[in-house]
Protein backbone atom coordinates (compact mmCIF):
# COMPACT_ATOMS: atom_id res chain seq x y z
CA UNK A 1 0.00 0.00 0.00
CA UNK A 2 1.48 3.36 -1.10
CA UNK A 3 1.43 6.51 1.59
CA UNK A 4 -1.35 8.07 -0.46
CA UNK A 5 -3.57 5.30 -0.35
CA UNK A 6 -2.91 4.59 3.41
CA UNK A 7 -3.54 8.04 4.16
CA UNK A 8 -6.36 8.26 2.09
CA UNK A 9 -7.87 4.94 4.41
CA UNK A 10 -6.69 6.74 7.31
CA UNK A 11 -8.61 9.69 6.36
CA UNK A 12 -12.04 8.21 5.26
CA UNK A 13 -12.43 5.68 8.14
CA UNK A 14 -12.07 8.73 10.70
CA UNK A 15 -13.50 11.71 8.65
CA UNK A 16 -16.80 11.18 10.32
CA UNK A 17 -15.06 13.18 12.74
CA UNK A 18 -16.02 16.16 11.14
CA UNK A 19 -19.84 15.52 12.03
CA UNK A 20 -19.20 14.37 15.59
CA UNK A 21 -21.70 16.42 17.66
CA UNK A 22 -20.05 15.75 21.07
CA UNK A 23 -16.65 17.11 20.26
CA UNK A 24 -17.30 20.60 22.62
CA UNK A 25 -13.78 21.98 20.24
CA UNK A 26 -14.97 21.64 16.35
CA UNK A 27 -15.63 25.20 14.38
CA UNK A 28 -18.18 25.83 12.77
CA UNK A 29 -16.85 28.34 9.98
CA UNK A 30 -13.22 27.71 10.60
CA UNK A 31 -10.92 25.00 8.50
CA UNK A 32 -10.33 22.51 10.82
CA UNK A 33 -8.62 19.13 9.55
CA UNK A 34 -11.10 15.73 9.26
CA UNK A 35 -7.98 14.15 11.71
CA UNK A 36 -4.53 14.70 12.42
CA UNK A 37 -2.96 17.98 12.73
CA UNK A 38 -3.19 20.60 10.63
CA UNK A 39 -0.21 23.59 9.84
CA UNK A 40 0.34 26.90 8.02
CA UNK A 41 -1.65 28.09 4.91
CA UNK A 42 0.06 26.98 1.54
CA UNK A 43 -0.93 27.41 -2.12
CA UNK A 44 -3.48 29.79 -1.63
CA UNK A 45 -5.08 30.94 -5.11
CA UNK A 46 -8.17 31.71 -7.02
CA UNK A 47 -8.70 29.12 -10.56
CA UNK A 48 -12.10 30.62 -11.94
CA UNK A 49 -14.59 31.06 -9.51
CA UNK A 50 -13.19 28.39 -6.97
CA UNK A 51 -10.64 29.28 -3.96
CA UNK A 52 -8.21 26.96 -3.22
CA UNK A 53 -6.42 26.45 0.40
CA UNK A 54 -4.21 23.87 0.85
CA UNK A 55 -2.97 23.35 4.38
CA UNK A 56 0.61 21.77 5.61
CA UNK A 57 -1.27 18.23 7.00
CA UNK A 58 0.11 15.39 9.09
CA UNK A 59 -2.92 13.27 9.47
CA UNK A 60 -2.15 10.18 11.49
CA UNK A 61 -1.02 12.07 14.38
CA UNK A 62 -2.12 15.39 16.22
CA UNK A 63 1.57 16.55 16.02
CA UNK A 64 3.54 17.46 13.13
CA UNK A 65 5.21 14.46 11.15
CA UNK A 66 5.34 13.51 7.63
CA UNK A 67 3.26 16.46 6.22
CA UNK A 68 1.62 16.24 3.44
CA UNK A 69 -0.48 18.93 1.23
CA UNK A 70 -4.02 18.79 2.34
CA UNK A 71 -7.21 20.62 0.21
CA UNK A 72 -9.96 22.37 0.97
CA UNK A 73 -12.12 24.57 -1.88
CA UNK A 74 -14.84 27.05 -2.02
CA UNK A 75 -16.49 29.40 -4.52
CA UNK A 76 -18.26 31.16 -1.48
CA UNK A 77 -16.61 30.40 1.80
CA UNK A 78 -19.75 29.28 3.05
CA UNK A 79 -19.52 26.10 1.38
CA UNK A 80 -16.65 23.72 1.17
CA UNK A 81 -14.81 20.57 -0.44
CA UNK A 82 -12.41 18.15 1.42
CA UNK A 83 -10.34 16.32 -0.92
CA UNK A 84 -7.38 13.98 -0.61
CA UNK A 85 -4.33 15.53 -0.10
CA UNK A 86 -2.69 17.15 -3.23
CA UNK A 87 1.01 16.23 -2.77
CA UNK A 88 2.35 13.78 -0.60
CA UNK A 89 6.28 12.71 -0.20
CA UNK A 90 6.76 10.22 -2.67
CA UNK A 91 10.32 11.34 -4.41
CA UNK A 92 13.83 11.06 -2.47
CA UNK A 93 14.32 15.10 -2.55
CA UNK A 94 11.02 15.01 -0.80
CA UNK A 95 11.00 11.59 1.14
CA UNK A 96 10.42 13.41 5.14
CA UNK A 97 7.52 15.74 3.54
CA UNK A 98 6.40 18.11 1.37
CA UNK A 99 6.62 21.70 3.39
CA UNK A 100 5.19 24.73 2.89
CA UNK A 101 4.94 26.83 -0.18
CA UNK A 102 2.91 28.43 -2.78
CA UNK A 103 1.05 27.80 -6.05
CA UNK A 104 1.09 30.75 -8.97
CA UNK A 105 -1.62 30.36 -11.65
CA UNK A 106 -0.48 30.06 -15.36
CA UNK A 107 -2.88 29.98 -17.85
CA UNK A 108 -5.73 28.61 -15.87
CA UNK A 109 -3.41 26.30 -14.19
CA UNK A 110 -1.65 25.86 -10.53
CA UNK A 111 1.71 25.10 -10.27
CA UNK A 112 3.06 24.31 -7.00
CA UNK A 113 6.42 25.69 -5.36
CA UNK A 114 7.06 23.82 -1.95
CA UNK A 115 9.79 22.60 -0.35
CA UNK A 116 10.81 18.94 -0.04
CA UNK A 117 12.47 17.79 3.29
CA UNK A 118 14.90 15.05 3.65
CA UNK A 119 16.11 14.11 7.22
CA UNK A 120 19.69 12.17 6.63
CA UNK A 121 19.65 9.50 9.39
CA UNK A 122 23.19 10.08 11.39
CA UNK A 123 24.56 12.17 14.29
CA UNK A 124 23.78 15.30 12.80
CA UNK A 125 22.33 18.70 14.36
CA UNK A 126 20.41 19.36 11.62
CA UNK A 127 21.01 22.70 11.01
CA UNK A 128 24.30 23.00 9.44
CA UNK A 129 24.22 19.09 8.30
CA UNK A 130 21.68 16.23 7.59
CA UNK A 131 18.95 18.27 6.23
CA UNK A 132 17.60 18.56 2.77
CA UNK A 133 15.91 21.40 1.65
CA UNK A 134 14.74 21.13 -1.83
CA UNK A 135 13.04 23.59 -4.06
CA UNK A 136 10.29 21.98 -5.96
CA UNK A 137 8.05 22.79 -8.33
CA UNK A 138 4.74 20.39 -8.87
CA UNK A 139 2.19 20.83 -11.91
CA UNK A 140 0.20 18.57 -13.87
CA UNK A 141 -3.09 19.37 -11.76
CA UNK A 142 -5.70 16.74 -12.63
CA UNK A 143 -8.13 18.92 -10.07
CA UNK A 144 -7.15 16.96 -7.29
CA UNK A 145 -3.31 16.00 -7.23
CA UNK A 146 -0.10 17.87 -8.77
CA UNK A 147 1.42 14.53 -11.16
CA UNK A 148 4.86 15.69 -12.31
CA UNK A 149 7.73 17.05 -9.69
CA UNK A 150 10.79 19.22 -11.12
CA UNK A 151 13.34 19.66 -8.72
CA UNK A 152 14.93 23.06 -8.97
CA UNK A 153 17.02 24.43 -6.49
CA UNK A 154 19.11 22.09 -3.59
CA UNK A 155 20.90 22.81 -0.50
CA UNK A 156 24.39 23.64 -2.77
CA UNK A 157 22.77 25.82 -4.75
CA UNK A 158 21.76 28.40 -2.10
CA UNK A 159 24.09 31.29 -0.66
CA UNK A 160 27.46 29.81 1.36
CA UNK A 161 26.81 31.64 4.18
CA UNK A 162 22.94 29.89 4.74
CA UNK A 163 22.04 26.56 6.78
CA UNK A 164 20.28 23.97 5.77
CA UNK A 165 17.45 25.82 6.37
CA UNK A 166 16.30 27.34 3.39
CA UNK A 167 12.24 26.92 3.22
CA UNK A 168 8.90 28.01 2.19
CA UNK A 169 9.09 29.43 -1.49
CA UNK A 170 6.54 31.82 -2.49
CA UNK A 171 6.27 32.49 -6.02
CA UNK A 172 4.39 35.26 -8.27
CA UNK A 173 5.11 36.79 -11.93
CA UNK A 174 5.74 40.71 -12.61
CA UNK A 175 5.57 41.14 -16.82
CA UNK A 176 7.54 38.45 -18.02
CA UNK A 177 9.40 37.62 -14.81
CA UNK A 178 8.75 35.49 -12.08
CA UNK A 179 10.03 36.06 -8.80
CA UNK A 180 10.31 34.17 -5.18
CA UNK A 181 11.26 34.37 -2.22
CA UNK A 182 12.49 31.87 0.15
CA UNK A 183 12.76 31.92 4.01
CA UNK A 184 16.29 31.25 5.12
CA UNK A 185 19.08 30.58 8.21
CA UNK A 186 22.18 32.02 7.95
CA UNK A 187 25.48 29.71 9.46
CA UNK A 188 26.03 33.19 12.11
CA UNK A 189 22.21 32.48 13.22
CA UNK A 190 20.35 36.01 11.42
CA UNK A 191 17.13 35.02 9.66
CA UNK A 192 16.75 36.38 6.14
CA UNK A 193 14.97 36.02 2.86
CA UNK A 194 16.50 35.08 -0.47
CA UNK A 195 14.94 36.53 -3.78
CA UNK A 196 15.27 34.86 -6.69
CA UNK A 197 14.05 35.49 -10.58
CA UNK A 198 13.90 33.48 -13.49
CA UNK A 199 12.38 33.59 -17.10
CA UNK A 200 11.17 29.78 -17.84
CA UNK A 201 10.36 28.94 -14.07
CA UNK A 202 12.91 26.23 -14.27
CA UNK A 203 16.21 28.20 -13.81
CA UNK A 204 16.34 30.60 -10.92
CA UNK A 205 18.96 33.42 -10.02
CA UNK A 206 19.37 35.10 -7.10
CA UNK A 207 19.56 38.40 -6.81
CA UNK A 208 18.90 39.79 -3.14
CA UNK A 209 18.81 38.71 -0.12
CA UNK A 210 16.59 40.78 2.46
CA UNK A 211 17.78 41.10 5.95
CA UNK A 212 16.64 44.13 8.51
CA UNK A 213 19.12 46.44 9.50
CA UNK A 214 19.52 44.97 12.88
CA UNK A 215 19.22 40.81 12.84
CA UNK A 216 15.42 39.87 13.68
CA UNK A 217 15.53 36.18 15.00
CA UNK A 218 17.75 33.39 13.56
CA UNK A 219 15.28 32.00 10.80
CA UNK A 220 12.42 33.59 8.92
CA UNK A 221 9.95 31.36 8.01
CA UNK A 222 7.14 31.68 5.15
CA UNK A 223 7.78 34.68 3.72
CA UNK A 224 5.39 36.42 1.02
CA UNK A 225 5.83 40.29 -1.17
CA UNK A 226 2.85 41.83 -2.83
CA UNK A 227 2.79 45.58 -3.71
CA UNK A 228 -0.79 46.82 -2.04
CA UNK A 229 -1.69 50.69 -2.71
CA UNK A 230 1.93 51.24 -4.04
CA UNK A 231 3.45 50.13 -0.49
CA UNK A 232 6.18 47.09 -0.91
CA UNK A 233 4.86 44.72 1.72
CA UNK A 234 7.70 41.83 3.03
CA UNK A 235 5.64 39.36 5.44
CA UNK A 236 7.65 36.56 7.25
CA UNK A 237 7.10 34.48 10.43
CA UNK A 238 10.66 35.27 12.34
CA UNK A 239 11.94 32.74 15.13
CA UNK A 240 14.50 33.52 18.02
CA UNK A 241 13.28 37.31 18.35
CA UNK A 242 13.18 37.86 22.14
CA UNK A 243 10.65 39.51 23.91
CA UNK A 244 10.36 43.48 24.05
CA UNK A 245 8.11 45.25 26.70
CA UNK A 246 4.81 43.82 25.39
CA UNK A 247 6.31 43.08 21.59
CA UNK A 248 6.74 39.76 20.84
CA UNK A 249 5.42 37.60 23.32
CA UNK A 250 5.16 34.68 21.68
CA UNK A 251 7.54 31.98 21.13
CA UNK A 252 7.66 32.43 17.22
CA UNK A 253 6.15 36.14 15.66
CA UNK A 254 4.50 36.81 12.29
CA UNK A 255 4.83 40.29 10.47
CA UNK A 256 5.92 42.63 8.38
CA UNK A 257 8.20 45.35 7.08
CA UNK A 258 7.82 48.04 4.46
CA UNK A 259 10.52 47.92 1.52
CA UNK A 260 11.66 50.91 0.20
CA UNK A 261 13.83 50.51 -3.00
CA UNK A 262 13.95 47.71 -5.34
CA UNK A 263 13.76 43.92 -3.43
CA UNK A 264 16.06 42.92 -6.28
CA UNK A 265 18.66 45.55 -5.86
CA UNK A 266 19.09 48.51 -3.06
CA UNK A 267 16.53 48.28 -0.39
CA UNK A 268 15.96 49.32 3.07
CA UNK A 269 12.94 47.45 5.20
CA UNK A 270 11.42 49.66 7.98
CA UNK A 271 10.62 48.78 11.62
CA UNK A 272 9.08 44.83 11.70
CA UNK A 273 5.27 45.10 12.90
CA UNK A 274 3.44 41.99 14.21
CA UNK A 275 0.57 41.34 12.51
CA UNK A 276 -1.61 39.91 15.64
CA UNK A 277 -0.96 40.74 19.08
CA UNK A 278 -2.86 37.39 20.57
CA UNK A 279 -1.54 34.44 21.53
CA UNK A 280 -2.73 31.26 18.09
CA UNK A 281 -1.08 33.35 15.16
CA UNK A 282 1.41 31.59 12.89
CA UNK A 283 2.68 31.72 9.12
CA UNK A 284 0.05 33.22 7.06
CA UNK A 285 0.06 33.26 3.64
CA UNK A 286 -1.66 36.01 0.91
CA UNK A 287 -3.02 35.45 -2.65
CA UNK A 288 -4.63 38.52 -4.46
CA UNK A 289 -7.97 36.95 -5.97
CA UNK A 290 -9.91 37.81 -8.98
CA UNK A 291 -11.63 41.54 -7.76
CA UNK A 292 -7.78 41.98 -7.04
CA UNK A 293 -8.72 41.58 -3.30
CA UNK A 294 -5.31 41.09 -1.20
CA UNK A 295 -6.26 38.02 1.23
CA UNK A 296 -4.51 37.08 4.02
CA UNK A 297 -5.06 33.46 5.93
CA UNK A 298 -3.08 32.48 8.64
CA UNK A 299 -2.65 29.36 10.83
CA UNK A 300 -4.54 29.96 14.09
CA UNK A 301 -1.75 27.72 16.14
CA UNK A 302 1.32 28.67 17.52
CA UNK A 303 3.95 25.82 16.78
CA UNK A 304 6.53 24.70 19.97
CA UNK A 305 4.09 26.73 22.45
CA UNK A 306 3.15 25.20 25.23
CA UNK A 307 -0.22 26.18 25.46
CA UNK A 308 -3.08 23.23 25.56
CA UNK A 309 -5.16 22.27 22.41
CA UNK A 310 -8.08 20.24 24.08
CA UNK A 311 -9.27 18.81 21.04
CA UNK A 312 -6.07 16.77 20.83
CA UNK A 313 -8.57 14.06 22.54
CA UNK A 314 -10.91 14.27 19.51
CA UNK A 315 -8.47 13.03 17.42
CA UNK A 316 -7.68 16.09 15.40
CA UNK A 317 -6.06 19.81 15.94
CA UNK A 318 -5.41 23.26 15.04
CA UNK A 319 -7.15 25.21 12.24
CA UNK A 320 -6.89 28.06 9.91
CA UNK A 321 -8.13 31.65 10.68
CA UNK A 322 -10.80 33.20 8.78
CA UNK A 323 -10.14 34.95 5.18
CA UNK A 324 -9.01 38.47 5.91
CA UNK A 325 -8.91 40.78 3.78
CA UNK A 326 -5.69 43.09 3.57
CA UNK A 327 -5.48 47.65 2.61
CA UNK A 328 -2.98 49.62 3.50
CA UNK A 329 -3.56 52.72 5.86
CA UNK A 330 -0.54 55.60 6.63
CA UNK A 331 1.85 52.98 5.69
CA UNK A 332 0.77 50.30 7.93
CA UNK A 333 -1.60 46.83 6.92
CA UNK A 334 -4.82 46.61 8.17
CA UNK A 335 -7.12 43.33 8.62
CA UNK A 336 -10.74 42.70 7.86
CA UNK A 337 -13.30 40.04 7.48
CA UNK A 338 -13.69 38.58 4.25
CA UNK A 339 -17.16 40.09 3.15
CA UNK A 340 -18.47 36.63 2.10
CA UNK A 341 -18.40 35.74 5.92
CA UNK A 342 -21.59 37.82 6.22
CA UNK A 343 -23.29 34.99 4.48
CA UNK A 344 -23.37 33.10 7.57
CA UNK A 345 -25.21 35.51 9.65
CA UNK A 346 -28.58 34.20 11.47
CA UNK A 347 -30.48 35.99 14.07
CA UNK A 348 -29.38 39.85 14.68
CA UNK A 349 -29.59 41.03 18.03
CA UNK A 350 -29.31 45.00 18.03
CA UNK A 351 -28.84 46.97 21.31
CA UNK A 352 -27.93 50.40 22.77
CA UNK A 353 -25.48 49.73 25.62
CA UNK A 354 -24.94 52.38 27.96
CA UNK A 355 -22.75 51.53 30.97
CA UNK A 356 -23.16 47.40 30.51
CA UNK A 357 -25.40 44.53 29.16
CA UNK A 358 -24.99 40.84 29.27
CA UNK A 359 -26.43 38.21 27.15
CA UNK A 360 -25.96 34.23 26.41
CA UNK A 361 -24.56 33.28 23.33
CA UNK A 362 -23.98 30.43 20.89
CA UNK A 363 -21.09 28.72 20.33
CA UNK A 364 -20.27 30.77 17.02
CA UNK A 365 -20.74 34.61 16.79
CA UNK A 366 -19.86 37.76 15.51
CA UNK A 367 -20.35 40.91 17.05
CA UNK A 368 -19.87 44.50 15.46
CA UNK A 369 -19.53 47.39 18.43
CA UNK A 370 -19.28 50.83 17.72
CA UNK A 371 -18.46 52.50 20.91
CA UNK A 372 -19.99 56.13 20.96
CA UNK A 373 -18.67 57.19 24.34
CA UNK A 374 -15.86 55.99 27.10
CA UNK A 375 -12.40 56.29 27.77
CA UNK A 376 -12.33 52.20 28.97
CA UNK A 377 -13.96 49.01 27.99
CA UNK A 378 -14.37 45.56 29.39
CA UNK A 379 -15.65 43.07 27.23
CA UNK A 380 -16.14 39.69 28.74
CA UNK A 381 -16.94 36.21 27.08
CA UNK A 382 -16.33 32.13 27.48
CA UNK A 383 -16.03 31.33 31.03
CA UNK A 384 -13.29 34.21 31.59
CA UNK A 385 -11.83 35.80 28.66
CA UNK A 386 -11.69 39.15 28.98
CA UNK A 387 -10.86 42.18 26.32
CA UNK A 388 -9.91 45.01 28.51
CA UNK A 389 -8.99 48.91 27.20
CA UNK A 390 -7.58 51.39 29.58
CA UNK A 391 -4.93 54.02 29.47
CA UNK A 392 -4.29 53.32 26.07
CA UNK A 393 -3.46 49.51 26.19
CA UNK A 394 -5.70 46.79 25.61
CA UNK A 395 -5.37 43.60 27.29
CA UNK A 396 -7.02 39.62 26.00
CA UNK A 397 -6.79 38.03 28.93
CA UNK A 398 -7.54 34.29 29.94
CA UNK A 399 -7.73 32.26 33.28
CA UNK A 400 -8.16 28.45 33.52
CA UNK A 401 -9.90 28.15 29.93
CA UNK A 402 -6.48 29.70 28.51
CA UNK A 403 -4.76 26.70 28.64
CA UNK A 404 -1.60 28.26 29.63
CA UNK A 405 -2.47 31.15 27.98
CA UNK A 406 -2.43 34.13 30.20
CA UNK A 407 -2.59 37.37 28.66
CA UNK A 408 -1.53 39.41 25.81
CA UNK A 409 -1.08 43.63 25.56
CA UNK A 410 -1.01 46.26 22.81
CA UNK A 411 -1.37 50.00 22.78
CA UNK A 412 -4.23 51.60 21.46
CA UNK A 413 -4.95 55.19 21.69
CA UNK A 414 -8.75 55.52 20.94
CA UNK A 415 -10.89 52.74 20.54
CA UNK A 416 -13.91 53.44 18.20
CA UNK A 417 -14.51 49.63 16.77
CA UNK A 418 -14.66 45.96 17.84
CA UNK A 419 -15.26 43.06 15.36
CA UNK A 420 -15.49 39.48 16.76
CA UNK A 421 -15.98 36.17 15.57
CA UNK A 422 -15.76 33.54 18.17
CA UNK A 423 -16.01 29.77 17.06
CA UNK A 424 -16.75 27.53 20.12
CA UNK A 425 -12.75 27.25 21.07
CA UNK A 426 -11.14 30.88 18.73
CA UNK A 427 -11.63 33.97 18.77
CA UNK A 428 -10.40 36.78 16.09
CA UNK A 429 -10.91 40.01 17.42
CA UNK A 430 -10.60 43.28 15.12
CA UNK A 431 -10.15 46.64 16.76
CA UNK A 432 -10.41 49.67 14.84
CA UNK A 433 -11.25 48.31 11.45
CA UNK A 434 -8.37 45.81 11.88
CA UNK A 435 -5.91 48.08 12.63
CA UNK A 436 -5.25 45.95 15.55
CA UNK A 437 -5.88 42.41 15.80
CA UNK A 438 -5.68 39.52 18.92
CA UNK A 439 -6.15 36.03 17.46
CA UNK A 440 -6.64 33.06 19.95
CA UNK A 441 -7.75 29.73 21.06
CA UNK A 442 -9.73 29.10 24.08
CA UNK A 443 -11.30 26.19 25.90
CA UNK A 444 -14.51 27.50 28.00
CA UNK A 445 -17.11 25.32 29.14
CA UNK A 446 -20.23 26.00 26.23
CA UNK A 447 -23.01 25.71 29.08
CA UNK A 448 -21.34 28.18 31.09
CA UNK A 449 -20.15 30.48 28.72
CA UNK A 450 -21.95 34.19 28.47
CA UNK A 451 -21.03 37.54 26.50
CA UNK A 452 -21.25 40.68 28.37
CA UNK A 453 -19.67 44.58 27.55
CA UNK A 454 -19.25 47.71 29.97
CA UNK A 455 -18.69 50.33 28.15
CA UNK A 456 -20.39 54.17 28.59
CA UNK A 457 -21.99 53.79 25.18
CA UNK A 458 -21.85 51.94 22.37
CA UNK A 459 -24.04 50.38 19.46
CA UNK A 460 -23.91 46.57 19.29
CA UNK A 461 -25.01 43.33 16.85
CA UNK A 462 -24.35 40.12 17.67
CA UNK A 463 -24.82 37.40 15.00
CA UNK A 464 -25.20 34.10 15.44
CA UNK A 465 -23.21 32.21 12.81
CA UNK A 466 -24.35 29.11 10.79
CA UNK A 467 -21.45 26.46 9.89
CA UNK A 468 -19.75 26.11 7.00
CA UNK A 469 -20.89 23.32 4.67
CA UNK A 470 -18.13 20.90 4.06
CA UNK A 471 -18.43 17.99 0.92
CA UNK A 472 -15.75 15.19 0.73
CA UNK A 473 -15.22 14.57 -2.63
CA UNK A 474 -12.27 12.25 -4.49
CA UNK A 475 -12.02 10.37 -1.03
CA UNK A 476 -11.59 6.18 -2.18
C1 LIG B 1 5.89 26.80 9.32
C2 LIG B 1 6.75 25.65 8.87
C3 LIG B 1 7.40 25.93 7.56
C4 LIG B 1 7.64 24.54 7.04
C5 LIG B 1 6.42 23.83 7.52
C6 LIG B 1 6.62 22.38 7.84
O1 LIG B 1 5.22 26.49 10.48
O2 LIG B 1 7.71 25.35 9.86
O3 LIG B 1 8.57 26.69 7.64
O4 LIG B 1 7.77 24.52 5.66
O5 LIG B 1 5.96 24.50 8.66
O6 LIG B 1 5.39 21.78 8.16
Not at 1 to 20: D, F, P, S, Y
Not at 62 to 72: D, Q, R
Not at 107 to 117: I, K, R, S, W
Request: net charge negative; aromatic share 12%; charged share 20%.
Amino acid sequence: MNVRTQNLLCACQKLEGIQNKSDPWRPEFHVSPPVGWMNDPNGLCQIGDTHHLFFQYSPFDTKPGLNYWGHFSTRDFVHYTYQEPALCSDEQFDCHGVYSGSVLVENGQPLAFYTGNVKKVGAYDYVEEGREHNTILAQGWDGCHFHQKTLLLRNEDYPENVTCHVRDPKVWKEQDTYCMVLGARRKDDVGEVLFYQSTDLLHWELKNSLVTEKPLGYMWECPDYFVLDGVSVLTFSPQGVPADGFRFQNIYQSGYCVLHGDIGGDYTLSEFRELDAGFDFYAPQTYQDEQGRRILIGWLGMPDSDYGYAEKAYGWTQMQTIPRVLSVRDGALYQQPLPELQALRRSAFRIQVEESSEMRCAPAYETDIRVEEGDHLTLRFGTDGVLEWKDGMVTLSFGESGLGRTSRTAPLEQLKRIQLFCDTSSIEIFLNDGALVFTSRFYADPVASVFSVAVQKAEFIMWELQPISIRKENLL
